[in-house]
């Protein structure tokens, strides 16, 4: 069982940054595909960008692309989310996700989770 811990969440102004850890625990982090999700106030859980094991090819939703960055830092296991030109509409509580192999965009094919990391944007 991985165990997934977030860190990094705040508060921030429009146009500021923020970078998000996830430390990985409890399983061989070279064969997870990780990736991040967020929960907006009152919206569903949506997919913001995943990794995959060697931290190849990466993916992201559409209105995070050339803001945000993932990366993988496999000696460490961790996961990051560099958050750049902040907007009011990225305010969301943010999860790690993982999943053994393949990376997916889908919330239900992610097996592990952890406890989520509030981000605050104010305009």
């Known amino acids: 069982q991985a165990q997934l811990v977030e860190s990094g969440g705040g508060w921030v102004q429009t146009g500021g940054s923020l970078r998000l850890s996830c430390a990985a625990s409890g399983y061989s982090f070279s064969r997870l595909a990780m990736a991040w999700f967020r929960r907006a106030p009152g919206k569903e859980r949506e997919f913001v960008a995943a990794?995959?094991?060697?931290?190849?090819?990466?993916s992201y939703r559409e209105s995070v692309k050339g803001r945000f960055t993932i990366s993988r830092d496999n000696a460490e296991n961790t996961v990051y989310l560099q958050m750049n030109s902040l907007k009011p509409e990225d305010t969301a509580v943010y999860y790690c996700?993982?999943?053994?192999?393949?990376?997916?965009?889908?919330?239900?094919?992610?097996?592990?989770w952890g406890q989520g990391t509030q981000v605050t944007v104010s305009s």
């Open positions: 996700a993982a999943r053994e192999w393949a990376v997916l965009q889908t919330e239900e094919a992610y097996k592990y």
């Open positions: 990794i995959p094991l060697s931290g190849g090819k990466t």
